[in-house]
C-alpha cells in the first residue's frame, strides 16, 4: 500500500513567518512530487512541483525533496493570512500513469 | 487560456440513481484523470484516461465508469448511488508528454455530488 503521510495541523503562525510543511511517502521508487493548496470548499491549486533531489524555488514558495529519507516539504516563507488553507502533497510512484497519490493535508493558519 | 471545466457545479440525487459527470481539460492537455474527495481527506485516484482508453483504475467498485472522447472530454458515471457517494468530484487534465507521464495535473472546479 503507497502511502502519503502529513501532520494534518493546523499549523499556526504569525503573519510574517516561515511556514514549513512536511510529507513522507512510503515508496522509494516515487517519481514525482506536487504541492497544491485548497482553500476551503474549493478545488486543490496546483502551487510547487519537483523531481530532483535538492531545493525549488518560486516566489515565496520552496520546496525541498530529499529522496533518501522520503520527504518533501513547503516552505513558505514571509506568510500572508491569505495563506491560510489546507495544503495537499501528492506523489506519483513508479508504474503509476501519473496517478497522484495524496495525504490528507495539513490545515495553515496564518494570524495577523 | 481556459482552463479544466467541470459541470455540473452541485447535484442532488437520491440513493439508487445514476449521475453523470463531465469535464473539459485545459487547452493543449490530452489526459484526464478523476477524483473522489470526501470531507476532511486528500482526494482519491478513480481512473485516468488516455487516447479514449482508461489507463489506470484505482480502488473504486465497476458502479464507477468513465469515457474520453476524441476532443479529449471526458465524462464520470456513477450507477446505483450509494450515502457514501457524497462527496466532491474532481476532473484534472495533464498533458501526457514523452516518458508516460508525470507531468503537473491541474484540477476543475469540481462537482459536488450530495445523495438523500
Known amino acids: 500500500q503507497k502511502e502519503v503521510e502529513q501532520n494534518s495541523g493546523p499549523l499556526s503562525v504569525p503573519e510574517g513567518a516561515i511556514a514549513s510543511l512536511n510529507c513522507t511517502y512510503s515508496d522509494r521508487g516515487s517519481q514525482s512530487f506536487f504541492w497544491y493548496r485548497q482553500y476551503s470548499g474549493k478545488s486543490p491549486e496546483l502551487i510547487m512541483f519537483i523531481y530532483s533531489n535538492g531545493d525549488k524555488e518560486d516566489g515565496r514558495f520552496t520546496a525541498q525533496l530529499n529522496k533518501a529519507s522520503q520527504y518533501v516539504s513547503l516552505l513558505i516563507r514571509d506568510s500572508q493570512p491569505s495563506d491560510s488553507a489546507t495544503y495537499l502533497c501528492a506523489v506519483t510512484f513508479s508504474g503509476g500513469y501519473n496517478k497522484l497519490i495524496f495525504g490528507a493535508g495539513t490545515r495553515l493558519a496564518v494570524h495577523p | 487560456d481556459a482552463g479544466v471545466t467541470q459541470s455540473p457545479t452541485h447535484l442532488i440525487k437520491t440513493r439508487g440513481q445514476q449521475v453523470t459527470l463531465r469535464c473539459s481539460p485545459k487547452s493543449g492537455h490530452d489526459t484526464v484523470s478523476w477524483y473522489q474527495q470526501a470531507l476532511g481527506q486528500g482526494p482519491q485516484f478513480i481512473f485516468q484516461?488516455?487516447?479514449?482508453?482508461?489507463?489506470q483504475r484505482g480502488n473504486f467498485p465497476d458502479r464507477f465508469s468513465g469515457h474520453q472522447f476524441p476532443n479529449y472530454s471526458s465524462e464520470l458515471n456513477v450507477n446505483a448511488l450509494l450515502l457514501g457517494d457524497s462527496a466532491l468530484y474532481l476532473c484534472?487534465?495533464?498533458?501526457?508528454?514523452?516518458?508516460?507521464?508525470?507531468?503537473?495535473?491541474?484540477f476543475g472546479d469540481g462537482t459536488r455530488l450530495s445523495i438523500l
Open positions: 484516461y488516455y487516447e479514449e482508453e482508461e489507463r
Open positions: 484534472a487534465s495533464s498533458l501526457m508528454g514523452q516518458g508516460g507521464g508525470n507531468q503537473p495535473q491541474h
